[in-house]
């Protein structure tokens, strides 16, 4: 009987999924889920995208051996079908600060909470093998990271020495540590760090100086930091290049994306373009919120329409809209037609952003450290979490999303179109990507999870088609029944193809199992068409 049930259970199971990706509105399916159990003194899984090669979960243990902390790797396939379960140690007092995901590899930065620490712990793992390769990386300069990425056979460390700049580069296959020249420069800010399809790598850096003339410089390096190309830029006078991601090549075109801003403000006035070009006179294409068709989607129609008019009367004017609003950009995208900028609307709490570049105080350890009080979260290559699961002193600081919007220009730099998704006020408590999007043969599709449910939007670009759909998140069983879910925990973001994933943290009951309730961490797959 009990084997006869489990089979019954399976095969409903299979039907239930099956008829939801069959029948449901928008053509949205959740083919596949995984659940782990979860106690409140587990540490909090973080999540690794490996596209196609499927998603990594790591955790730390909260265990000892030989006195090193125990860390655990789970390897999940596009199916989210467990491959394997791997367990290594790192030294006690190190905490994970980044990854780095290679075809075949995953990359783990570990650190102490201090700083002024320099010994920096790399560990990789390697999906088709069992070995855990550990190496230690101790650049001898009170290095303050912003960026970690990976470059053929070398590790790109960016950050700060001092109020300096700096690049650094660590070789796997020989383990020195190169410190490229020309970037200790004072009143300049290392905004990006980015690899290219080519093992090449890209770096931003923008001047900070309060004089008239200033400059983004543009430079491309080769994977052991020889300087293939070099575009300084003049930057309009009274204002400021806030944030900026470059593509990666995958066109022939190079593009700098980001928000701009009027002097010192960290609110933005609108997004700006960089066509990279050093052989040719290359001026920077400025659009204000003002001037786009969906941004302002977020805010009463009527409040809407006024920034528009006054935005046109400013520019006509010749003078800077006035409107500005928090966005952080998180995402370039280059398709056929040019290239999609990804970004949300936020606010912080009035208590929140301080000078230190992070919403939790200057000894607060935050990753994204900019000595001119900046914040970028990038995609994530670094990142730091202010609490653990369950933790009772939680802080009290509230980062509220309100609107995600994506941004097609062409390859000169101008705006094609952009749309944007409503995303009803989502609270967080620090810096993070709420939503995500996927754009293909001309649809483009808004995701983001809210508790329990899915709210998609999708849109046929250059029409007045659109549809917005909400969905219950799907469990195991059809008895189960979703008790709570952790608020302000879990997310979503985009996979591979028309994939999405979605995760987060549930209390389930179902009287039809021994175990009557049940406290999982879940992952589901998500497929929009």
């Known amino acids: 009987m009990y084997f006869q049930r489990h089979v019954l259970r399976f095969i409903l199971t299979t039907l239930v999924f099956g008829i939801f990706s069959k029948i449901a509105p928008g053509q949205v399916s959740q083919p596949a889920r995984y659940e782990e159990k979860f106690k409140y003194s587990d ?13 990594v979960l790591v955790r730390d243990r909260e265990k000892y051996e030989s006195g090193k902390k125990i860390w655990e790797a789970i390897i999940l396939d596009t199916a989210l079908t467990k491959k394997k379960r791997v367990e290594f140690t790192v030294e006690s007092r190190n905490k994970l600060i980044g990854f780095e995901y290679t075809p075949g590899q995953v990359y783990l930065l570990f650190r102490q909470g201090d700083t002024e620490k320099n010994d920096l712990e790399l560990v990789e793992l390697n999906l088709d093998r069992d070995d855990i390769p550990h190496y230690v990386i101790n650049p001898e300069l009170p290095l303050r990271l912003t960026h970690f990425s990976k470059a053929g056979s ?45 093992n090449t790598f890209n770096v931003v850096l923008i001047d900070r100086a309060l004089r008239e003339e200033r ?3 543009f430079q491309t390096y080769d994977e052991k930091g020889a300087l293939l190309l070099e575009d300084k830029v003049n930057i309009q006078s009274k204002l400021t290049l806030q944030t900026g991601i470059t593509s990666l090549l995958k066109r022939e075109d190079l593009m700098l994306l980001g928000t701009w ?38 805010q009463k129609e009527n409040r809407a329409k006024r920034i528009q008019e006054n935005t046109r009367d400013v520019l006509q004017a010749g003078g800077i809209p006035n409107y500005t609003s928090y966005v952080m950009p998180y995402r370039v995208e280059e398709y056929q037609n040019g290239f999609l900028l990804f970004a949300e609307v936020y606010n912080p709490s009035s208590s929140g952003f301080n000078n230190y570049g992070s919403p939790y105080g200057p000894y607060y350890y935050n990753p994204y450290y900019s000595p001119y009080g900046w914040y970028y979260p990038g995609y994530g290559r670094l990142y730091s979490r202010p609490y653990s699961y369950g933790y009772n002193s939680r802080t009290n600081d509230e980062i509220k999303t309100f609107e995600s919007v994506v941004v097609s220009f062409d390859e000169k730099g101008k705006v094609q ?8 006020e989502v609270k967080r408590s620090s810096m993070e990507q709420v939503s995500d999007f996927n754009f293909t043969n001309n649809k483009l599709v808004f995701l983001h999870k809210k508790e329990s449910e899915l709210k998609i939007k999708s849109v046929v670009v250059n029409s007045d088609e659109s549809e ?23 997310g979503s973001m985009y996979w591979y193809n028309n994939s999405f994933y979605v995760w987060g943290y549930q209390t ?11 406290d999982v961490f879940y992952i589901n797959k998500i497929e929009i068409n």
């Open 154 to 198: 070398n590790i790109i460390l960016g950050g700060y020495v001092s109020k300096e700049p700096s690049i650094i580069l660590y070789s796997l296959s020989d383990k020195n540590i190169k410190v490229l020249p020309g970037f200790f420069q004072s009143d300049a800010e290392l905004v990006d760090l980015r690899v290219n399809e080519n």
């Open 508 to 518: 389930i009951r179902n009287n039809t199992q021994e175990e009557r309730v049940r």
């Open 261 to 298: 801003g009027e002097g010192n403000s960290k609110q933005s006035n609108g997004f700006y373009a960089l066509n990279v070009d050093p052989f040719a006179d290359q001026k920077i294409q400025y659009v204000s919120f003002g001037e786009l068709s969906r941004f302002l989607d977020y």
């Open 468 to 490: 917005e759909m909400t969905e219950k998140i799907r469990t195991y069983y059809p008895e189960d029944e979703i008790r709570s879910e952790k608020e302000g925990e879990g």
């Open 417 to 424: 179109w952009d749309y944007s998704e409503n995303l009803e």
């Open 215 to 217: 400059k983004a410089v």
């Open 43 to 55: 540490g909090v899984f973080t999540l690794i995208s490996l596209k196609r090669e499927g998603l």
